[in-house]
């Protein structure tokens, strides 16, 4: 805490700032107590914010070793989760890097991915959020945008889905999820 004691007010009570109540402590009026609870609050924010990341980076570094061991692909980052807005998409590569996936962003909090590969004959699906589907232009087939359950055409097998995890404001593929009907 600052020690230049003439750029500190008097309290109303009188008493040196020490000995005021918790509240006024953290609502100073004067600048160098201000700086002081600024710095204060700052450096608690980072002390809190690395944690975070570290737990995070060893929850993904547990989470990894396990997968290996049940022979499941291993998690990867795909987005931020501020990276895409409400209706945009994004395409990645999971679990191999041939294999193209699409992610999008269906609500505040909600995201989707699928394969690619419409379940037809394989041509990309495109997404097209504003009719809550993806539409493969080959054949004219589609999908539901949040299940990939087959809407319209040829297709009769929904698109493979990629599990999603949410770590830290980060965006993980986490295993993919074989249609079955
Ligand atoms: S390949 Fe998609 S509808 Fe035929």
């Not at 962003?105 to 995201?111: A, D, V, Y």
Request: charged fraction near 20%; glycine fraction near 4%.
């Amino acid at each position: 805490m600052s020690t230049n004691r003439e750029h500190i007010t008097i309290a109303p009570n009188g008493q040196p700032p020490e000995r005021q109540p918790r509240w006024r402590q953290d609502f100073p009026i004067d600048w160098p107590e201000d700086h002081y609870v600024a710095r204060r609050d700052f450096t608690k924010f980072m002390v809190l914010t690395s944690f975070a990341f570290v737990a995070g980076q060893a929850w993904i570094v547990v989470q990894n070793l396990l997968r290996s061991r049940r022979g499941q692909p291993p998690l990867r980052q795909i987005a931020a989760v501020n990276q895409l807005a409400i209706g945009q998409s994004l395409a990645f590569n999971y679990p191999a890097e041939h294999d193209t996936c699409l992610l999008v962003r269906t609500g505040e909090n909600r995201f989707v991915a699928f394969d690619q590969r419409c379940t037809h004959l394989s041509c990309a699906v495109v997404p097209e959020p504003d009719k809550k589907r993806f539409l493969c232009p080959c054949h004219n087939g589609s999908f539901d945008l949040e299940t990939g359950k087959p809407l319209a055409g040829p297709p009769r097998r929904p698109l493979a889905r990629i599990k999603l995890e949410i770590v830290n404001d980060a965006i993980y593929a986490a295993g993919v999820e074989l249609s079955t009907v």
